[in-house]
Structures are given as C-alpha cells and as structure tokens.
C-alpha cells in the first residue's frame, strides 16, 4: 500500500526554476521524514534533501541557497522548489520516506521524475 509518486519534472533552461512533488500514501505522512535524493545519467545515487517531522530542513552543499524541501501534511504531499538551476542538476529525482514514526531510515522511494537542465 506504500506509494510514492513523484512529478513535476521536465527540461528547463539553466537559470530556470521547477517545482517537483511526491504524492504519498499512508495515513502517517505527518510522523515522516522525508527526502529527496537524485542520480545524474551514469552516475550514483545522492542526497539531496530532508525534511523532518518538525519541519527541519537540510540540504547537500551544491544545493543550498537554490533548492526549498517544504511538506503539506494535509495533502500528503513534499515538494522540492528549485531555482537557479544548473546543467549539474540534471538527474532523476527521487522522494524517499522513513520506515515509520520510530524509524527515519529510507525505506520507501518512488520511481522518479526527470529533471533535464540544458540551453
């Protein structure tokens, strides 16, 4: 019954902004961390944002100052604002959530969405 679903990607301009969202399921989502983690074509997996049950944010460093992870506990939804985007940022992006209330770790992702950078 655990699903994830992301949305929200596409190609866009460096310089541009985009505003990805995950659709989760569960009626726990407001005791979740949740996060956001890419993969660039050809390469592994990184993190790249979290957010916390309190709404705690933290962000990788090649982010920070461009990216905004906010949740909507009424709708079950996270969300990754991103500006001032760069070719770099190209990957496929992934929500990921915790096992439970008592466990952060990620346990659960979804199946992506692709975010293309390129003039």
């Known amino acids: 019954q655990v699903q994830l679903v992301e949305s929200g990607g596409g190609l866009v301009q460096p310089g541009g902004s985009l505003r990805l969202s995950c659709a989760a399921s569960g009626s726990t989502f407001s005791s979740l961390w949740m996060y956001w983690v890419r993969q660039a074509p050809g390469k592994g997996l990184e993190w790249v944002s979290t957010i916390s049950t309190s709404s705690g944010t933290y962000y990788t460093d090649s982010v920070k100052g461009r990216f905004t992870i906010s949740r909507d506990n009424a709708k079950n939804t996270l969300y990754l604002q991103m500006n001032s985007l760069k070719s770099e940022d190209t990957a496929v992006y992934y929500c990921?959530?915790?096992?439970?209330?008592?466990?952060?770790?990620?346990?659960?992702w979804g199946k992506g969405t692709l975010v293309t950078v390129s003039s």
């Open positions: 990921a959530r915790g096992l439970d209330p008592t466990d952060s770790a990620m346990a659960y």
